[in-house]
């Protein structure tokens, strides 16, 4: 065997590893971006289920809507430790209560009128639009790391580490018809 | 909406010096950020240095001229420059890097390559066809990976990413200061008395369609003899003028390459604004501008111009590159004052969704969904082999 053969096989050797190796990199840098848009989606989420309280006691909204919102909003509020798989459907729950409470732009726009109440609107539907934006952002890394994810070379060689699979994360988070944003 | 003033570094790929769509959106919304208290710098290519305002622009190195996206444009990139956005990305210490048509190959893509952290992107072109995208090869796309928060100005640009890249997008039209565009003062050369008509764009630019315009004129200027009508933008007049049609010569005022200033007042001015554009606008701006002037709009029935249009309410559309039809409709409406007084009143109304104010609010909340307390932008050292050996191992961070 020539010495070249050598040269070739630990080009290649090298190759592989840079191939490995960089792949890896992705991998962290993509589980990095993951984390955070998790934490973002959390704080969003927290924002969003305390002004939802604000709104339901702050006397504007019919009873019934109030008091379901004052429920679903407290026990959105409560679950932020959860597992996103018991989060996820609470989380819901208030977003199909204030898509139910906020659906005539009408209606809202007579709230408005009061400026105290205007601004919670307003800082409802800026929550409201930043969990659409943060879990969307979320599940695009997501797809982005599971594509890489599914790929032999990455189980063989643990590639990913420990970190588990990474899950998209669900849920309704409509914009409620009444409010502006809808619109746009 | 955000509590805090953020640290905000903006990329544009290309030369600050020239004049462009992309160019303008990085310099409204980075002005619109600092009207908002945040602290806003750019990164671009500067060909004169002399002119750029120090502390808002950093200075990213000469542009060449390379041809790119059908078009030519100048970008800068190449071992000094990535160095130069290094030092950027070190002195400034952003909680957030938004970088502006990531696939230009040029100081965006650098950044994508050299930053980490918080980084929201936004693409402006549609594109079809790059070969970059259809190859996308592994640095591309580990750069592209990075994004954490993608925003398209149209629904060609994120047809374009989506089907590159997978995953989605946020729509957030351009923003256009309307308020700039409601000019009083009128052009001196447009006559009040008789009916006008304006083309405006590059005139060597076959896509921006003015062959089509050229060629539908005769017929205009036989139905409406007295017709202005009006040419501006940069290229040789002459090399047109030697092919046109003397009487049709008559009728037109080429206004050559004109300031910002001059096209508000020529926009506010005429009655039609013509947009002959024949294919790769994935938005108008120019459409929005007009209607912000108050001037009826007429384009070609472009996917994108029938959106910023609404489908036909905000303004008239021919067929594209049918100069019988654009001729046609042009006619009709020079003739039909009242026609063009209900183009200007739906364009006034559509146009304020694309108003600045509102846009910033969008954008805004895009930052917000990507950053997280104490997350700022650094540098990636995984791009040097030094830093990939430090950090890259599998399993060792």
């Given at each position: 065997m020539n010495w070249y053969w050598f040269v070739?096989?630990?080009?290649?050797?090298?190759?592989?590893?840079?191939?490995?190796?960089?792949?890896?990199?992705?991998?962290?840098?993509?589980?990095?971006?993951?984390?955070?848009?998790?934490?973002?989606?959390?704080?969003?989420?927290?924002?969003?289920?305390?002004?939802?309280?604000?709104?339901?006691?702050a006397g504007v909204l019919d009873p019934a809507s109030s008091?379901?919102?004052?429920?679903?909003?407290?026990?959105?509020?409560?679950?932020?430790?959860?597992?996103?798989?018991?989060?996820?459907?609470?989380?819901?729950?208030?977003?199909?209560?204030?898509?139910?409470?906020?659906?005539?732009?009408?209606?809202?726009?007579?709230?408005?009128?009061?400026?105290?109440?205007?601004?919670?609107?307003?800082?409802?539907?800026?929550?409201?639009?930043?969990?659409?934006?943060?879990?969307?952002?979320?599940?695009?890394?997501?797809?982005?790391?599971?594509?890489?994810?599914?790929?032999?070379?990455?189980?063989?060689?643990?590639?990913?580490?420990?970190?588990?699979?990474?899950?998209?994360?669900?849920?309704?988070?409509?914009?409620?018809?009444?409010?502006?944003?809808?619109?746009? | 909406?955000?509590?805090?003033?953020?640290?905000?570094?903006?990329?544009?790929?290309?030369?600050?010096?020239?004049?462009?769509?992309?160019?303008?959106?990085?310099?409204?919304?980075?002005?619109?950020?600092?009207?908002?208290?945040?602290?806003?710098?750019?990164?671009?290519?500067?060909?004169?240095?002399?002119?750029?305002?120090?502390?808002?622009?950093?200075?990213?190195?000469?542009?060449?001229?390379?041809?790119?996206?059908?078009?030519?444009?100048?970008?800068?990139?190449?071992?000094?420059?990535?160095?130069?956005?290094?030092?950027?990305?070190?002195?400034?210490?952003?909680?957030?890097?938004?970088?502006?048509?990531?696939?230009?190959?040029?100081?965006?893509?650098l950044t994508l390559w050299v930053a980490d952290g918080p980084i929201v992107s936004t693409w402006h072109s549609s594109n079809p066809r790059s070969r970059v995208l259809a190859s996308l090869n592994r640095v591309v796309q580990t750069a592209m990976e990075k994004v954490s928060g993608r925003i398209a100005v149209s629904e060609d640009a994120r047809r374009t990413l989506v089907s590159h890249l997978g995953g989605d997008a946020v729509l957030i039209p351009n923003g256009v200061r309307v308020k700039a565009f409601q000019s009083t003062t009128r052009h001196p050369l447009v006559s009040m008395s008789v009916p006008s008509i304006l083309f405006l764009g590059r005139l060597d630019e076959s896509r921006k369609g003015l062959d089509v315009f050229l060629a539908a004129l005769p017929q205009v200027i036989e139905a409406v003899p007295d017709v202005q009508v009006f040419i501006a933008g940069p290229g040789d007049v002459e090399d047109i003028r030697k092919n046109l049609d003397p009487q049709v010569d008559q009728n037109i005022t080429f206004l050559g390459r004109i300031s910002d200033e001059e096209k508000v007042q020529v926009l506010g001015s005429v009655d039609i604004y013509v947009a002959p554009n024949t294919g790769g606008e994935s938005f108008g701006i120019v459409l929005i501008e007009a209607m912000a002037a108050g001037t009826a709009v007429l384009a070609s029935d472009l996917p994108a111009f029938s959106r910023v249009l609404d489908?036909?309410?905000?303004?008239?559309?021919?067929?594209?590159?049918?100069?019988?039809?654009?001729?046609?409709?042009?006619?009709?409406?020079?003739?039909?004052?009242?026609?063009?007084?209900?183009?200007?009143?739906?364009?006034?109304?559509?146009?304020?969704?694309?108003?600045?104010?509102?846009?910033?609010?969008?954008?805004l909340a895009v930052y917000d969904s990507v950053t997280i307390s104490g997350e700022r932008v650094h540098e990636d050292l995984r791009g040097q082999i030094i830093g990939r050996l430090s950090t890259g191992i599998p399993g060792l961070r």
């Open positions: 070739i096989f630990g080009l290649l050797i090298a190759m592989f590893g840079w191939y490995l190796s960089s792949t890896a990199g992705r991998l962290d840098r993509l589980h990095r971006r993951i984390e955070t848009a998790t934490f973002a989606l959390d704080s969003q989420l927290l924002r969003r289920s305390s002004i939802a309280i604000e709104l339901s006691v008091e379901v919102l004052a429920e679903t909003a407290h026990d959105a509020r409560l679950a932020t430790d959860s597992p996103m798989e018991v989060r996820i459907p609470i989380e819901s729950a208030l977003s199909e209560v204030l898509i139910q409470a906020l659906d005539d732009p009408e209606e809202v726009g007579f709230l408005r009128q009061d400026s105290l109440t205007a601004d919670l609107i307003d800082e409802l539907e800026a929550a409201i639009r930043r969990v659409e934006l943060s879990r969307q952002f979320l599940n695009d890394a997501v797809d982005a790391c599971l594509r890489i994810r599914d790929n032999n070379l990455v189980h063989w060689f643990r590639l990913a580490g420990h970190t588990p699979l990474p899950q998209a994360w669900i849920m309704v988070d409509r914009m409620p018809e009444g409010l502006t944003y809808a619109g746009a | 909406m955000s509590s805090e003033p953020l640290r905000i570094g903006m990329v544009c790929p290309y030369a600050w010096d020239a004049p462009g769509g992309v160019r303008s959106h990085v310099a409204d919304l980075a002005e619109e950020l600092r009207a908002r208290g945040h602290y806003v710098n750019i990164l671009a290519p500067v060909d004169d240095p002399s002119l750029i305002a120090k502390g808002e622009v950093t200075n990213g190195g000469k542009s060449i001229a390379i041809p790119y996206n059908g078009s030519v444009a100048r970008l800068n990139f190449g071992l000094r420059a990535t160095r130069q956005v290094r030092k950027w990305i070190q002195e400034h210490d952003f909680d957030l890097v938004h970088v502006h048509e990531p696939m230009a190959p040029g100081l965006s893509l489908g036909g309410v905000a303004g008239a559309m021919f067929v594209n590159e049918d100069s019988d039809d654009l001729a046609q409709q042009a006619v009709a409406l020079l003739l039909d004052p009242q026609r063009r007084a209900s183009l200007v009143a739906a364009g006034s109304q559509r146009v304020m969704r694309f108003d600045w104010d509102h846009v910033v609010d969008d954008v």
